[in-house]
């Protein structure tokens, strides 16, 4: 079989796959929309850039017109930052839900904008749930806004969005989500989930390349928006007011990754949209979870909150494992892989999204095998402190 038979092909010859949450693995296609020039203010490039954001818009379940996207320049991040400059006001006040690096990182981005806000932070990997958002709300009455991270992309668990929404709008209050790691693969319909604005970038679940994200946004609530951001260049009103009166990005847009972009939708709606994707993404994760526990590993979190996007493993107790070398095996096997980011115990990452597929993911269960063997590693079974770590997992 040629290499551009197979569904999911080789990056490229001697390219590895990234089995990380994005940047990731891209299309051919995908990287080919980039060969080609295009001016920011020409007709062609503004329908592309419209072409983008009512993709967007339909992929969040919306059909009356009532949520707007607005793409912003930079990595996710800077979208982040402007919806939370935009739509927390500047005497509002937001709880942060945290429980992991991308929660904490939204808190730190309200302590440098200056606006209040309070936390519950769940540490590495406990899900924030329903009934502790409404205590929370009850108790705080100065709370506006509340922010949750829908995939944290840190542990990889799969965050309870869905309650969260209940227990905020219940209270009267407002939800911002960060979807960055899941949007595009895992349901935030509008019509089911209810929120102010959510947020994404270009080389998530959509599988493109990095260079932008964009916003989801209420109109209403969008419209309201004027005269809150902090920042000129990231104000998500100001942006969406450009790009309504003129087609165009306020600022130098990204040309090149808004093409790949295109593309990388054009393959997502070809696969089956967000049911497909999610699906693809779940399978991956499944056949390589089975397989590395058929090694020996272990996953910190249990099933029940495994997001298909990334998977958290301990490393193993034995002492002839370690991180940096299986790292490099890895790689030479043609997979780069994901240092861990718990602070108690050591771990790695997997990622299932990208574009690949189960028969990638048995090559990279395969490769562990033998980077195992490489390292003269007798089992994967983690250390008895890991354990004990993850038994305090919420059931
Ligand atoms: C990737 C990601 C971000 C943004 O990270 P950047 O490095 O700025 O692109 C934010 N939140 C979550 C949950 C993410 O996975």
Redesign the pocket.
């Known amino acids: 079989m040629t290499a551009s038979a197979a569904p999911f092909p080789a990056p490229r010859l001697g390219e590895p796959y990234l089995l990380t949450?994005?940047p990731l693995t891209t299309a051919f296609s995908t990287k080919e929309a980039m060969l080609k020039d295009w001016g920011s203010w020409d007709a062609d490039f503004r329908a592309m850039t419209k072409s983008i954001c009512d993709q967007i818009v339909a992929l969040a379940g919306d059909t009356r017109g009532e949520f707007v996207c607005v793409p912003m320049q930079?990595?996710?991040?800077?979208s982040?930052e402007a919806m939370l400059g935009t739509f927390v006001p500047r005497d509002g006040k937001a709880l942060v839900l945290a429980n992991g690096a991308?929660g904490l990182?939204a808190a730190e981005t309200m302590r440098y904008l200056g606006r209040a806000y309070t936390l519950i932070d769940k540490g590495d990997y406990m899900p924030p749930r329903g009934d502790e958002v409404g205590a929370a709300l009850d108790a705080d009455p100065a709370i506006t806004h509340v922010v949750a991270?829908?995939?944290?992309?840190s542990s990889g668990i799969l965050n309870p969005v869905a309650e969260i929404s209940e227990a905020v709008y219940a209270r009267g209050r407002k939800l911002l989500i960060?979807?960055?790691?899941a949007f595009g693969a895992i349901d935030l319909d509008v019509n089911r989930i209810r929120y102010e604005a959510m947020?994404s970038?270009a080389?998530?679940c959509i599988e493109g390349v990095?260079g932008f994200?964009f916003v989801v946004a209420r109109r209403s609530e969008l419209e309201a928006a004027k005269g809150n951001c902090h920042s000129l260049a990231l104000d998500l009103h100001a942006q969406w007011a450009y790009l309504q009166k003129t087609g165009q990005w306020r600022y130098t847009p990204p040309t090149h990754v808004v093409a790949a972009f295109l593309e990388a939708l054009r393959l997502h709606a070809e696969e089956g949209g967000v049911p497909a994707r999610g699906a693809r993404y779940t399978r991956n994760r499944d056949v390589m979870v089975e397989g590395m526990r058929g090694l020996g590993f272990e996953t910190l979190l249990k099933d029940r909150w495994l997001s298909p996007i990334i998977v958290t493993f301990f490393c193993p107790a034995d002492p002839n494992f370690v991180f940096a070398r299986f790292y490099d095996l890895m790689k030479a096997k043609g997979f780069i892989i994901y240092p861990g980011k718990l602070t108690v115990v050591d771990s790695f990452r997997v990622g299932c999204i990208g574009r690949m597929d189960e028969h990638v993911m048995r090559r990279v269960v395969q490769a562990a095998k033998e980077a195992l063997a490489e390292m003269g590693v007798a089992s994967a079974a983690p250390p008895e402190a890991a354990i004990a770590e993850r038994a305090k997992l919420a059931a």
């Open positions: 949450p994005g930079g990595s996710g991040s800077f982040v991308y990182r991270i829908h995939c944290e992309t960060d979807s960055m790691s947020v970038s080389n998530k990095p994200g």
